[in-house]
C-alpha cells in the first residue's frame, strides 16, 4: 500500500486510535494513535528544526495497521507506505528505527530514545489535526522534489 494524500495518511494515524501494538514482553501495550503523538512531540521538543524526523515519530507506528499481528517486515511496510508521500529520508528512518541490531545515526538514536519514551509518558500531545500542516509541508516539498528528479 503506497499513500498518496496527506488525508490518506490522516485516515490511517486516525484509525491507530484504540488499536494497541504487539507488546514485547518486557513492555506492556500501547494505543498506536497515543504513542505516534507523544513520540513526535517529544521529537518537536528536542528536534524542533527537525520536521522530517518528527513526522518519522508520528508515522511509524502505522506499520501496526499495516501488518496487524506480524511483527517481521512491519517497518518494510510502513516505510514503503510512506516514501512517496513523505520522501526518502522519512521512509529511511520509519525503516530502520525498531531494528535495534543495525548501527544507529544520531538521528535513528533520537527517534528510537523518543519512541521509547514515548511509550510511558504522561503528557497531553495535542490532537494529529496539529500535525496536518507538517505533514502536508513535507508532502509538497517531496512532491517538488520528486518532479526535479
Excluded at 121 to 135: K, N, Q, S
Aim: with cysteine; proline share 6%.
Amino acid at each position: 500500500m503506497e499513500l498518496r494524500s496527506v488525508e490518506e495518511l490522516m485516515d490511517l494515524l486516525y484509525a491507530c486510535r484504540g488499536t494497541r501494538d504487539v507488546p514485547d514482553r518486557d513492555r506492556p501495550p500501547v494505543d498506536l494513535h497515543d504513542h505516534a503523538l507523544r513520540t513526535a512531540a517529544l521529537l518537536r521538543r528536542s528536534r524542533p528544526a527537525d520536521k522530517e524526523l518528527q513526522v518519522a515519530g508520528l508515522v511509524q507506528p502505522v506499520a501496526g495497521l499495516l501488518r496487524p499481528g506480524a511483527p517481521a517486515g512491519r517497518a518494510d511496510h510502513a516505510a514503503v507506505a510512506v516514501r512517496a508521500l513523505l520522501g526518502e529520508r522519512v521512509a529511511h528512518l520509519v525503516r530502520r528505527c525498531p531494528h535495534r541490531d543495525i548501527p544507529a545515526d544520531d538521528d535513528l538514536l533520537t527517534l528510537r530514545q523518543a519512541a521509547e519514551e514515548g511509550r510511558t509518558a504522561g503528557f497531553d500531545a495535542g490532537v494529529l489535526e496539529d500535525w496536518r500542516t507538517v505533514l502536508e509541508l513535507l508532502a509538497a516539498r517531496n512532491s517538488r522534489l520528486g518532479a526535479v528528479d
